[in-house]
């Protein structure tokens, strides 16, 4: 079976930075698409930022660019979220997603993705 499993998050004041990282398991990882969503408290789950397939180049939305940057390492199996400069508004639950057949007009839409991390809190104080 193909498990996700995350680590980091936690509370960090405005400014600071946090790192996530999500480990892959019973998956051909490279291959995949990864990303990272989050669902603010009484809010939908949305777009953060993905890596297509083994294309390389990130997608992210607009809120978090210049200050998130997703990577992966293949060898481990795992991905990461580096967030930088971080807002009250980045606060939410975090998930890391992957899958291996979606299209690249789908990578922002949570309901594509086949498999999911536990989730992790981010909370930023200000």
């Known amino acids: 079976q193909v498990q996700l499993v995350q680590s980091g998050g936690g509370l960090v004041q405005a400014g600071g930075s946090l790192r996530l990282s999500c480990t892959a398991s019973?998956?051909?990882?490279?291959?995949?698409?990864i990303a990272w969503f989050r669902q603010p408290p009484g809010k939908e789950r949305e777009f953060v930022a993905a890596?297509?397939?083994?294309?390389?180049?990130?997608s992210y939305a607009d809120p978090v660019k210049g200050r998130f940057t997703i990577s992966r390492d293949n060898a481990k199996n795992t991905m990461s979220l580096q967030m930088d400069s971080l807002k009250p508004e980045d606060t939410a639950m975090y998930y890391c997603?992957?899958?291996?057949?979606?299209?690249?007009?789908?990578?922002?839409?949570?309901?594509?993705?086949?498999?999911w991390g536990q989730g992790t809190q981010v909370t930023v104080s200000s």
């Open positions: 997603a992957l899958d291996q057949r979606l299209i690249l007009s789908s990578i922002r839409r949570p309901t594509e993705y086949d498999y």
């Open positions: 019973g998956v051909t990882f490279n291959s995949a698409t």
């Open positions: 890596i297509f397939r083994s294309y390389g180049r990130a």
